[in-house]
């Protein structure tokens, strides 16, 4: 029987029921004992289904994660191609300065900093 079956919620059931019927029998009268076995089962019955549900929900976050975790590597592959492609590109724009003009900026720089 797997955890993910309405029958586990009433074997949880049955099984509360006699245990508070057994240890309620003692002290109580059998219609008291009764009434008390019921409500327990109730109760056991409605927080088994909440429990299952709980446990189907935590059961498919792992596979969301996955999927959203490769579509994360895909992402994350493209954007450093594309930063291996716009540091290819800014060597490039490097190289069409010429020196002059590189000695005018750095020129103009130094006397920024100086005022």
């Keep these: 029987m ?3 079956s ?7 059931a049955c099984l509360g029921f ?3 019927f057994l ?13 008390r076995g019921v ?19 935590i059961q498919k976050v792992p596979k969301q994660n996955v999927e959203n975790q490769t579509t ?7 954007t450093e191609e594309d ?3 716009t540091s290819d590109k800014e060597e490039q724009s490097e190289q069409q300065f010429s020196e002059e003009q590189i000695k005018a900026a750095s020129d103009a720089i130094k006397d920024k900093l100086n005022e």
Excluded: G
């Design 72 to 78: 994360d590597d895909a992402a994350v592959e493209s």
């Design 23 to 35: 240890l309620s029998i003692k002290v109580n009268l059998l219609e008291t004992s009764l009434t």
């Design 39 to 57: 409500f327990a089962a109730i109760v056991l019955l409605i927080l088994m289904f909440v429990l299952r549900f709980m446990y189907r929900k």
């Design 18 to 20: 006699i245990v508070v």
């Design 83 to 85: 930063q291996l492609n």
């Design 6 to 12: 309405w029958k586990t919620n009433v074997l949880a």
């Design 2 to 4: 797997a955890f993910d």
